[in-house]
């Protein structure tokens, strides 16, 4: 079993519409909980970073944490065609540099205009 | 404002040949890690390092070799290449919960 599980989609919707995607893991180590956004043919890179369960909001996304099931989510409101690329789910146990940081596979994520 | 610079971006390498993927920071960042990316499988840790000197062995690591003689070099070898290392290669430099990946190397072996 992997230590972090994420849907691959891949994931249509229309021009306006709230995403959410998602992530389940088995490690209950995990303290910290981040989401990157790839777009095609590049690196990913950061969008929300969490460390605690709850919601933390920044503009349209929303970045959900609940320990207790062991499951995260990203909302995105109002979403936009500029938001289509791939989401990936990551997670670690400690803030220190040196902690491995565990990816989930991604999301593709397509937002029809 | 380069952040994270990896060379090249393509390569076609033949089965057996060894190559060496280049990747720099300029953030003074001591941790540095190279990932390969493939379909499915999400980022997997090759290699990773804590600082000049100093490296270990991450998720993949068979295959592959690497250095870090300064703060700001990475280079990530493949000894001997093999149609399995078809993939892309990301080279990524952290500080705390931040990583700042690099544009990605598209490697593909025949």
């Known amino acids: 079993q992997k230590e972090v599980e994420q849907d691959p989609g891949p994931l249509s919707v229309p021009e306006g519409a709230i995403v959410s995607l998602n992530c389940t893991y088995s490690n209950s180590a995990f303290q910290y909980f981040m989401w990157y956004r790839q777009y095609s043919r590049k690196g990913p890179e950061l969008l929300m970073y969490t460390y605690s369960s709850g919601n933390k909001e920044d503009g349209r996304f929303t970045a959900q944490v609940d320990k207790s099931s062991k499951y995260i989510s990203l909302f995105i409101r109002d979403s936009q065609p500029s938001d289509s690329a791939t989401y990936l789910c990551a997670m670690k146990v400690s803030d220190s540099s040196a902690s491995k940081i565990i990816f989930g596979s991604g999301t593709r994520l397509s937002i029809r205009p | 404002n380069a952040g994270v610079t990896q060379t090249p971006k393509f390569q076609v390498l033949k089965t057996g040949q060894s190559m060496t993927l280049q990747c720099a920071q300029d953030?003074?960042?001591?941790?540095m890690s190279w990932y390969r990316q493939d379909p499915g499988m999400g980022l997997r840790l090759i290699h990773y390092?804590?600082?000049?000197?100093?490296?270990d062995q991450g998720e993949v690591p068979n295959g592959y070799n690497v250095s870090r003689s300064t703060t700001e070099d990475f280079p990530l070898r493949l000894l001997s290449a093999a149609p399995s290392q078809t993939s892309v290669y990301f080279c990524?430099?952290?500080?705390?919960?931040?990583?700042?990946f690099g544009e990605g190397s598209w490697l593909t072996v025949v």
């Open positions: 990524a430099s952290s500080y705390s919960n931040r990583v700042y």
């Open positions: 953030m003074n960042h001591e941790y």
């Open positions: 390092s804590v600082g000049a000197g100093i490296t």
